[in-house]
């Protein structure tokens, strides 16, 4: 029996294949990104950062994250420390005239986990470097996006330190 260009086997065949697939998919642990939940040793936390854009994302996605953020180290179970949290922007590449045509900009956070007691259980510098073309003519345009990518840097650097803290098994 033909169901217009498809024969009965060929669809049997692409219905098995599309099964087989599925549940590997499946079986592999595969699931769509969504909050990452936090151990619950950890989830009242302080967070020592400076202040600025990066502290407020970093909250935000902790809090997403089911982290209670207590007011000072003396409340909270652990403490996160961002010790450094910058944004360098160098030349990428020079035109014919010797002028800079794209920058790279790197944003790079150090940190460090420490439990109540003082005891250090994680320690990380992370860093994020992205390009983008510069236009003398665009120069707004240019700034924009330079801030565009500053803000998705922050996002990604926070997202990698919440995936990292939601491994920590030592206060369990």
Do not use: W
Request: glycine share 8%.
């Amino acid at each position: 029996m033909q169901f217009g260009m498809f024969s009965t086997q060929t669809i049997k065949i692409r219905t098995l294949i599309l099964i087989f697939l599925a549940s590997s998919v499946s079986a592999c642990g595969f699931h769509l990104r969504g909050n990452i939940p936090l151990p619950s040793g950890i989830q009242n936390m302080f967070v020592s950062a400076p202040t600025g854009t990066f502290k407020d994302e970093l909250g935000d996605i902790l809090t997403n994250s089911g982290a209670q953020l207590a007011g000072g180290p003396a409340g909270a179970d652990v403490v996160l420390k961002i010790k450094k949290a910058a944004t360098e922007r160098s030349v990428g590449t020079l035109d014919e005239r010797g002028k800079a045509d794209s920058y790279n900009l790197r944003f790079t956070v150090a940190y460090t986990l420490d439990s109540a007691e003082g005891k250090q259980l994680r320690e990380a510098n992370l860093y994020e470097v992205r390009r983008y073309n510069f236009d003398p003519e665009l120069v707004i345009e240019s700034e924009a996006e330079e801030a565009e990518l500053q803000s998705n840097m922050e996002q990604a650097i926070a997202l990698r330190i919440v995936r990292q803290l939601s491994t920590v098994t030592d206060l369990q």
